[in-house]
Structures are given as C-alpha cells and as structure tokens.
C-alpha cells in the first residue's frame, strides 16, 4: 500500500468531499461557503442593504456569497493576509489583521458608520502545536470581537469562527457580556473531526459598547 503524508491524506479528502464538488459546480470558490450558507438560512443574517465586513475572506467564498445576497445593495468590505482576486460589490484589504496600520485601514474604509454584520472564519496556519494554534486563534477570535464590538450598530451581528478547547468558555463569556443573545452553530460542512465551531452573537448591549469606547 502507497504512504501517505499529512498533505496527501488532505488531497484524498478533498476529492471525495461532497461540499468541495458542490463548490466546484456552483462555481463558488471555497467549501466554506456552505457553512455561512446554512448559518445564514437558519439565522437570516444576510439582507439587501447591509453593511458587511468579513476578516480571513480568501479566497473569497464568503464574500461571493454575501455579495449575491445583498443583490447589489449595500457594502461589504474583505480583508485577508493572502490576496482574493477581485469581485464586484466587494471591496478588498490585503493585509494582517493583527498590523495596527492594516485595522485602521480597515477603519478608514468603515468610515464610523455603524456595520450590520461582521464575520470572522480567521484561522491561523496550523503548526501542530495544539495549545499554540488554539492560542492563536482566540487571539484573532478576540481582536475580531473588540473591532464587532466598536462597529456594529444596534440590531447587529457577529459571526466567529473558533476551536474547541480551554479558551472557549471564557471567550464565550465575553461574547455573552457584549451581546443579548450568543449561539453555537456546528453546519454541516463544518467536517465533524474539526474541533471548529462557530458562535452567533446578536444584538450589541449599547452599555458594553459605550464603556469600550471610553
Ligand atoms: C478558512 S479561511 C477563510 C475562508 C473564507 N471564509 C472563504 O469562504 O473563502 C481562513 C483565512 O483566515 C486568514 N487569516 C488568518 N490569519 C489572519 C490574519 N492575521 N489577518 C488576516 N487574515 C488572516 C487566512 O489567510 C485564511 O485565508
């Protein structure tokens, strides 16, 4: 029988993978789509008119699939550390969201008015060093919370990608201070051997916002 590595056994996955196929014919350009697709059936999220911002967009799948929601109306602005080839009614930062320089970019582009909805499906490089990696991504995870926390107006939502592990309860805590209502959400094309998971937080308690703020 043929070895295998790590990168292989991810190829074989992905080829048999139903949700990776479904992408492909759709023409849609990442699996994940289908995640934030049932987040948003179930949920409702996505509406004409919005203000979006999406961090970790590439390759750009999200973006699409806001895009087409939002039938041309309203904003959504992508930011990835990795280039997204360019799509209508979306504008692009490529940069760190991490880099002081590349969030007030950011900012700049949100310009103060109040978002609507700001998703994160930030995840570091894995290196296989699980606490470093976890350790990571609830860094992303809670910058990602404090710039939700600043930008989004009443009524608005927060969608985050995140590991289970030591970190989530808490993390899942501060969600719970900042906003009225959190949820866990597990698509189905999130693959059930990931410890990935994603929490819904809706509607920004006004006090919460106004102290950060201070
Ligand atoms: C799972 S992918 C996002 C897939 C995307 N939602 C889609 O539908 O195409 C995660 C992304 O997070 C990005 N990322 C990780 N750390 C980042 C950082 N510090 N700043 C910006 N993007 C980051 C990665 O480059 C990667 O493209």
Request: net charge negative; with cysteine.
């Amino acid at each position: 029988m043929k070895r295998r590595g790590s990168s292989g056994r991810w190829l074989d996955r992905q080829r048999k993978d139903q949700f990776v196929k479904q992408a492909q014919d759709g023409g849609w350009r990442s699996r994940a789509v289908f995640k934030l697709e049932e987040i948003d059936k179930r949920d409702q999220l996505i509406r004409p008119g919005q203000r979006i911002v999406d961090l970790g967009a590439a390759p750009g799948g999200w973006c699409q699939y806001a895009a087409r929601k939002l039938k041309g109306q309203g904003t959504i602005i992508g930011l990835d550390l990795l280039p997204i080839d360019a799509l209508d009614h979306v504008e692009l930062i490529q940069g760190d969201f991490l880099d002081d320089e590349v969030l007030a970019e950011l900012s700049d582009k949100v310009q103060n008015k109040p978002l609507d909805l700001v998703l994160s499906d930030m995840a570091p490089n894995f290196s296989g060093i699980r606490d470093a990696d976890l350790a990571r991504s609830y860094e992303l995870a809670e910058l990602a919370l404090d710039f939700a926390v600043k930008h989004l107006g009443q009524g608005g939502a927060f969608l985050v990608k995140v590991f289970q592990g030591a970190d989530f309860e808490s993390y899942r805590d501060q969600l719970r201070a900042a906003f009225a209502k959190v949820a866990i959400r597990k698509p189905g094309a999130s693959r059930a051997e990931s410890r990935e998971l994603y929490l819904l937080a809706r509607d920004p308690i006004s006090d919460h916002n106004e102290q950060e703020q201070d």
